[in-house]
């Protein structure tokens, strides 16, 4: 498995795959053809249904320096959903070279023909099985495990990410009105921080100030700002609403909540190892489930956690979101997304708490529901895996369209 850098990506939403991804791609193949006229993307699958929503036509627009055109290609079939292929052209419009890419999720991407793969493995081990066993014989916990093999520079790096985890959260807090992208969806951060109950109603208070959080962060991440993909950008604001949450409720320093951002970042590079965090590829179980187990298990190891126990914790989170559906309206990073990364914050919340009494009693691994998971998603119809062509997403639309033009009976 590889660094944490690489599943902690500091940038700017609303998509790790749709528009990070692209922009990443555009960069290095610009870098690869600077002497192009102009340039040509036409993007397949996943990426051609919503990827208008999503802002992948507008991210490749501002990241080549010269002309770009955008295509949208719904018809032609691609073995993975989040596929484009990028093209340099000349002066007359001849084509000069031409590179297909993938769109991994959380920002990664695989170039035809190219070694672009920004680091090598530096985990020898891909199943938590393993990294447990391993952690067992050698006498370590599992942040002890995460610095021995990525390296006590990690510890610098993670503080940068919770740096601008915090900062997005504060930032969102404070943020009203509308989000972009013609949907109309308020900002809601702020008035449900305000309407937080005092510490007399604790659950009620957590509640509030749980989702809170991970609206700030979520709403700052369809608007295209700042954020830090945990795993992913539509997955952004569970782990850092928990961690912030924790963090302030117990008053954790710094180094304990870097300690979580490790164990929160081997639970999702093993999901990433061993299954997809791509809701084009797995829908949103693979997002926010992902995330929701990331955040269990930060929880759990804030709390300072058994390896079982966190096993546990962030395997419950898991397999209470297997299934779910990722189907975006209108291809934005907004309906459903922003309110389920507050809800699986609060699952994330009550996995830790069954982990805490239920673990000598469990019957599933991490491993196995990840692998679940993962066979799961590639059963969900396509018109659920981040193509806008089902669920909310189509009865949205014809709701919207039946108050335009159905009368309501007398
Ligand atoms: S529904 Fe889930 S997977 Fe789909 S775009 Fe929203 S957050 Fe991402």
């Known amino acids: 498995m590889k660094s944490l850098t690489q599943l902690y990506r500091i940038g700017r939403g609303p998509s790790s795959s749709h528009t990070m991804g692209p922009e990443r791609a555009a960069k290095y193949f610009e870098a690869m053809y600077p002497d192009a006229s102009c340039y040509a993307a036409l993007l397949y699958g996943s990426l051609a249904d919503t990827g208008r929503g999503h802002g992948t036509d507008r991210v490749l627009q501002k990241t080549f320096s010269k002309p770009v055109e955008v295509v949208f290609d719904v018809d ?84 940068d990410v919770w740096r601008h985890m915090e900062a997005s959260i504060y930032e969102g807090l404070m943020e009203e009105g509308e989000l972009p992208g013609g949907l109309r969806t308020r900002r809601r951060a702020k008035v449900l921080f305000d309407t937080a109950p005092p510490d007399e109603e604790p659950e009620t208070r957590e509640n509030r100030l749980v989702c809170a959080y991970a609206f700030a962060v979520s709403e700052r991440n369809a608007a295209g700002e700042m954020i830090v993909t945990a795993p992913t950008c539509g997955s952004c604001g569970i782990v850092p609403s928990v961690l912030k949450y924790e963090q302030i409720k117990y008053g954790f320093g710094e180094d304990k909540i870097i300690d979580a951002l490790a164990v929160a970042g081997i639970m999702g590079n093993i999901v990433k190892a061993n299954a997809s965090i791509s809701g084009a590829e797995c829908g949103c179980q693979a997002e926010c489930g992902t995330a929701c187990s990331m955040a269990a298990a930060a929880a759990a190891q804030l ?101 335009r033009f159905i009368r309501p009976k007398d």
Request: net charge negative; glycine share 8%; aromatic share 8%.
């Open 76 to 159: 032609t079939p691609t073995a993975h959903p989040n596929t484009f292929d990028l093209i340099a052209l000349d002066g007359d419009g001849k084509e000069i070279a031409r590179r297909r890419v993938v769109s991994t999720g959380g920002g990664a991407i695989e170039m035809e023909g190219v070694d672009n793969s920004e680091s090598e493995d530096v985990y020898p081990h891909r199943s938590f099985e393993q990294i447990k066993l391993y952690c067992e014989e050698n006498g370590l916990s599992l942040p002890e495990y995460v610095y021995r093999f990525d390296g006590e520079g990690i510890k610098t790096y993670l503080r």
């Open 303 to 403: 709390g300072d956690m058994s390896l079982d126990e966190i096993e546990y914790a962030a395997e419950v989170a898991m397999e209470h979101h297997l299934g779910l559906t990722c189907d975006p309206v209108d291809g934005l990073v907004q309906i459903p997304c922003i309110e389920r990364n507050a809800v699986a914050a609060m699952r994330a919340i009550n996995a830790v708490s069954l982990a805490h009494f239920l673990t000598s009693s469990r019957q599933i691994s991490f491993d196995a529901v990840v692998r679940t998971m993962y066979q799961t998603g590639k059963d969900i119809n396509s018109r659920y895996r981040e193509t806008a062509a089902g669920g909310l997403a189509q009865n949205y639309t014809l709701s919207r369209l039946s108050s």
